[in-house]
């Protein structure tokens, strides 16, 4: 591995499931002189973070896995964040990936040199700065919790919790807890909740659509088939993508299969909550997709708990004893739990990124973050993102189309490498037509509908979610197109 004058051939940067893949399918096609950079002491990125009570993965574990590492042994068809964090930690030491692994290294910057076509990694803590030909920037959208902006919070004189830094110290028997949010994380937090707490308010904004789950123990001789009958794994998990890619005519674009959706989720909200005026307050007033669907049994069954309680007037402050709602009531609470998401950069950078002739992405993202597939940046040579701009999935899979992006961003550092090239950057007049074509397609998606979401800038820009099927995303990344780019020997020549 090279010194910190010698460039590396690759500097990624995080180590959760998409820094991992790409090191790993690096590996794989001989490229070792890589380097992964790791502000946390762990691997595993958001499932480190999130060991709250309940976490889980909402997609099936043998599609929510990568094709290049199949697991016969997952306990359950949606399997615990601790089990999905011991799938990372064995790949990352079945496939050798562990030595290139710098830990506590925490990335403040990148600027790239034009004359050298190096990328200069900026470090804290008085690191010495780094240099590589390429880098990918495997940071993750979700990787930062995002606190609300409500009055009173800094005030605040009880225990506080987010979904993502969860507290295993905290007792919660007999305690009053209040939870803000009703999103992916709460759902699953809420039930297990209310199963140690004293009292648990639940303060909702929106109510989302909840889709019931069914999860089933594999059993012994299922895993046994899984390791010994080949093929069979890869059987599992294409019914399953294909399962997921059938709902995106009804879940990405709004279409009469959109109403089955509601109605499915209406029926397990009737099926679920006996009292009518609860089951008002449950029922969302914008379309099925356009924020995240919502998959859960126990959530409804614990919203009626004895000991649980639904508030949707909006808050209004949080006081020193707890949170106070626009009609006047303080409800005090111990311990407040913010299910509340993630600081997301959909207009900025999670770090500064200094292109070519000194342009900042940052400022060419203040309306919108966009990239040329999701994976490339024009004016941003040998730069390359996972989870990019509009990599987003709404039905099926986060690790299908990851392993897309990871396929593709590595075929082009082979590149790089193979012709020795100084540049390779995608051509803006494709980036452009790419966006424009995108964004058109996006005006007639759910998420696009006129809900308040994550994936959304406050102007409705959407920079965040792919307009398609799971295949369409995957067979545009299937090898790099050299007439995209444009590749830039040593010796200045462009090659078009
Ligand atoms: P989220 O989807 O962004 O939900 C945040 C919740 O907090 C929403 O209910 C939001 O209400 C509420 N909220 C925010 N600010 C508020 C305020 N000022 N007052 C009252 N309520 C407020 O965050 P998340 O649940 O952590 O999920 C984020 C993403 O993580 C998901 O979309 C998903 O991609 C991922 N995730 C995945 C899984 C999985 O199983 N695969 C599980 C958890 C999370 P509004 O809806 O009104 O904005």
Redesign the pocket.
Known sequence: MSTANKPLDVAIIGAGFAGIGAAIRLRQKGITDFVILERDERVGG?WRD?TYPG?????PSRL?SYSFAPNPDWSHT?SGSAEILRYIETMVDGFGIRPHIRFGHTVTGLEFDEATGLWTVGLADGRPKLRARSVVLASGP?ANP?F???PGLDRYEGHRIH??RWDHDYDFTGKKVAV?????????IIPELVRKAGSVKV????P?WVLPRVNRRTNGLTKQVYRQVPGAQSLAREAWFWGHESVALGVVWKSPLTRVVEQVALAHLRGQVRDPWLRRQLTPDFRAGC??LL?SNDYYPALQAENCKLVTW??AAISPQGIRTAEGIEHRADCIV?????EISKQGTPIPVIGRDGRVLADEWRGGAYAFKSVTVAGYPNLFLTFGPNS?PGHNS?LVYMEAQIDYLTDAIGLILDRDLRMLEPRRERQDRYNARLQRRLAATTWNSG?????LTEDGFNATMYPGFGTQFARQLAGVDLADFELTTRDTVVIR
């Open positions: 958001t999130n976490a889980a993965c909402d997609i929510y949606y979700l995002g609300p902006n409500i979904s993502a803000i949010g009703t999103g992916a994380s709460a759902v699953q303060f909702q904004r929106t989302g924020k995240r998959i909006p808050i913010f299910a509340t998401g993630f987003g986060a809900c308040r979401s994550w994936y």
